[in-house]
């Protein structure tokens, strides 16, 4: 991970559209405001052909490639705030999202570990942004030399903004959608009861499942401090309560691997009732990862094998 994000990027020039100000305005406000409705540069890259595809589009002008993960939290709201700052340079950056989780080969061939991540491509040329969460004036300083550099090499960027998604959405059944209302405003008790409803009316409604599993998630770890976190599972590395933590910190940074890993090793080394608490969590985050995840189908043998 980059100290500095924007020090991988070259010094400025001139003839570039001024960020400051919305970097600002998101500063003040968190997040910068954007009104529904408005054009939007963000495309998401669903396959190889889609990684490649944006790659040459970079001969035009800037692409900023997101990395996230669907379960991360924070590398969610990073790609928020990352198609707010682009769509205000009206199309002279496109960013090009990709959730990691489902197209892993593009976080390998940016030598990404983890996520949230953003990697500007230039003419074909990778250039490293960050590796880590930052301020939204650290993200407006970055974008800001970003496309400087592409009027220096004589970029014009001139992207068409994505009209894919105008067509009208399918709204969410009514228990879903109080749930992310809720979830939206952190009341992770209102979204909890919205899914574990949608649950008791249809006991094979999955994504309510889901979503159950993610709300509990993110309710644990809303007053977990990293730091605290990870000197509590040194100094007590069969503390079983610490190692969840960490584990839920794990995902939610996108270091899934890690998260399941600890859990699995530690398994063995608890007596019954310890190790049916881990299951049940790894089962939990098996859940909010997504079955068909190859690391979880890793994980779920490595849980079975430490079963019996």
Do not use: C
Not at 99 to 108: F, G, H, R, S
Not at 144 to 161: D, R, S, W
């Amino acid at each position: 991970m980059t100290e500095n994000p924007a020090e991988n990027i070259p010094a400025s020039v001139r003839n570039a559209p001024d960020l400051s100000a919305l970097a600002s305005q998101a500063n003040a406000q968190q997040s910068p405001e954007q009104t529904a409705g408005e054009p939007t540069w963000r495309f998401e890259v669903e396959s190889t052909e889609d990684f490649q595809k944006y790659v040459q589009m970079s001969s035009q002008g800037a692409v900023i490639f997101a990395l996230y993960a669907g379960h991360s939290p924070a590398s969610l709201g990073t790609v928020d705030h990352l198609e707010k700052f682009i769509n205000s340079a009206g199309g002279n950056m496109l960013l090009a999202s990709v959730d990691i989780t489902k197209l892993p080969e593009v976080a390998q061939a940016f030598q990404v570990q983890g996520v949230p991540a953003a990697i500007a491509v230039l003419a074909g040329q990778p250039a490293p942004m960050f590796n880590s969460q930052v301020t939204p004036q650290q993200m407006g300083d970055v974008l800001q030399q970003v496309l400087q550099i592409a009027a220096q090499q004589q970029l014009p960027g001139g992207f068409a903004p994505n009209t894919a998604g105008e067509a009208e959405e399918k709204p969410l059944p009514p228990l879903h959608q109080e749930a992310l209302d809720a979830i939206d405003r952190g009341d992770y008790d209102a979204a909890r009861a919205a899914y574990t409803k949608a649950l008791n009316e249809n006991p094979g409604d999955h994504d309510a499942k889901i979503g159950l599993a993610q709300v509990g998630l993110l309710d644990r770890v809303k007053d977990l401090k990293l730091d605290d976190a990870r000197a509590a599972a040194a100094s007590n590395p069969t503390d079983v309560q610490a190692a969840l933590n960490i584990a839920d910190l794990d995902i939610t940074g996108g270091h899934v691997e890690d998260a399941f890993n600890r859990l699995i090793r530690l398994f063995p080394q608890v007596d019954s009732d310890q190790q049916n608490v881990i299951r049940e969590r790894l089962l939990e985050l098996f859940e909010v990862v997504g079955a068909a995840d190859p690391r979880v189908k890793k994980a779920r043998s490595a849980l079975m094998m430490a079963l019996f």
